[in-house]
């Protein structure tokens, strides 16, 4: 009997060593930290960009000196104002320039814009030359004129330009290599036109463009989620630039989700400055109107404010609700929806933090591009009540700039 628990407790033994046997690890452990968190292992990004700099605090250039830009615009139109004063305003809230209250003379041209700017004491970091200021006036041609040559040939005694507009984006980023780093904004397919490779790449050292490649897709997907209209009326040119303008593929891509017909009229001029388009604009309004049970107000050189007290009484009498591509500034003059100036303000802030970046050291090309925002809707009730239609509570609720009244439209002339 003793032998076979001598031989028992043996056996025990054994298999106790056995079990506290640790099999060797081929890959080395860490020693645990007695509070350290479990943390999941962090995958290898796909991409090496840089990230950008968040700290966005201004300073001097190495020389002590401010950081010069100039402007560019492609030809005289109120959205450009409307963009540089987003981007200003981005520029004060981020400390770089001193609180400036514009006039409202002055906010209806960049010229202007920058001639009270420069009669004043601004910024410790940042200047805007009034001499570094160039208008192509809707002529890439222009890229000739003696002014806009000195700009481009300033070197070193440039920091950033900032271009609004599809032709002096164009002309200012025709070359392979510049030494001055170029911010494009305000324009409405920077990959159509040209101007840059993609939305994710630039093409180019010296480029960065301001993308928000589904800006429009937003905008008459939110039109036709409110009104739930079956014929979409809008007006362009059959041309390259017509279409892109009008944001055509956007508009036949929802159509074909939505499933609602795109009624056109295409018998417009596309210059500018042809006294001729709002006329023949006005033509094209009134033969299409009867065809179609909403519009959608697009980019046209037809199309500007001066003349919405001649295109609203068509929209009225057809009993058409309407929707501008260009932003809140038409649906103050009577048109019914569009998008709120919220998202001008958030471009602003976008466009000013890639030129802090810039003056950081970061080269234009790595910068993100592609814009987005949730779009607030922006509606006038007066518009609404001259159609009839009754707007919902939750599209009133939701929205982010209600008008009551239909304002006049400015005295001097803009041009799209």
Request: net charge negative.
């Amino acid at each position: 009997m003793r032998t076979k628990w001598i031989l028992f407790w043996m056996l025990c033994l054994v298999l106790s060593l056995l079990g506290c046997e640790k099999k060797p690890s081929s890959t080395p452990q860490p020693t645990p930290t007695p509070d350290a968190p479990v943390v999941s292992p962090t995958p290898t990004p796909i991409s090496a960009t840089p990230q950008p700099i968040q700290n966005l605090a201004p300073f001097h250039k190495a020389t002590n000196q401010k950081f010069r830009v100039a402007i560019l615009e492609s030809g005289e139109w109120y959205g450009y104002p409307e963009n540089f004063l987003g981007i200003l305003n981005a520029l004060m809230d981020l400390g770089w320039m001193n609180k400036i209250t514009f006039s409202a003379e002055a906010q209806k041209t960049i010229v202007g814009i920058l001639k009270e700017l420069n009669s004043q004491s601004y910024s410790d970091y940042i200047e805007f030359p009034q001499d570094m200021y160039f208008s192509f006036n809707w002529d890439e041609k222009n890229a000739n004129d003696p002014l806009f040559q000195k700009i481009i040939t300033q070197g070193k005694n440039l920091d950033a330009i900032i271009s609004f507009g599809t032709a002096s984006s164009r002309a200012v980023t025709a070359s392979a290599t510049f030494d001055i780093p170029v911010i494009v904004t305000a324009v409405s397919d920077p990959v159509k036109s040209g101007i840059i490779q993609s939305v994710n790449d630039s093409g180019k050292d010296y480029v960065t463009a301001f993308c928000d490649p589904e800006r429009f897709v937003r905008q008459i997907r939110l039109f036709y989620d409110v009104i739930q209209f079956k014929k979409l009326g809008i007006l362009y040119t059959d041309s390259t630039a017509g279409k892109t303008y009008a944001a055509l593929d956007d508009v036949m891509a929802i159509a074909k989700e939505k499933g609602f017909e795109v009624v056109s009229n295409t018998n417009l001029i596309e210059e500018d400055n042809d006294p001729k388009a709002p006329e023949q604009y006005i033509a094209a309004l009134k033969e299409l109107a009867p065809k179609v049970d909403a519009i959608y107000l697009t980019i046209q050189a037809g199309l500007t404010l001066q003349n919405l007290p001649q295109i609203l009484p068509i929209i009225e009498t057809n009993k058409l609700p309407s929707f501008a591509m260009e932003g809140s500034s038409y649906v103050k003059h009577g048109v019914l929806f569009s998008i709120s100036a919220y998202q001008l303000s958030a471009v602003g802030e976008f466009n000013a933090k890639n030129m802090i970046r810039i003056f950081q050291g970061t080269t234009p090309r790595k910068l993100n591009q592609i814009f987005s925002i949730t779009p607030r809707i922006a509606i006038n009730l007066k518009a609404a009540g001259r159609i009839g239609y009754d707007v919902p509570v939750d599209i009133l609720g939701s929205s982010d700039e209600v008008y009551t009244e239909i304002e006049p439209v400015p005295s001097s002339p803009v041009n799209p």
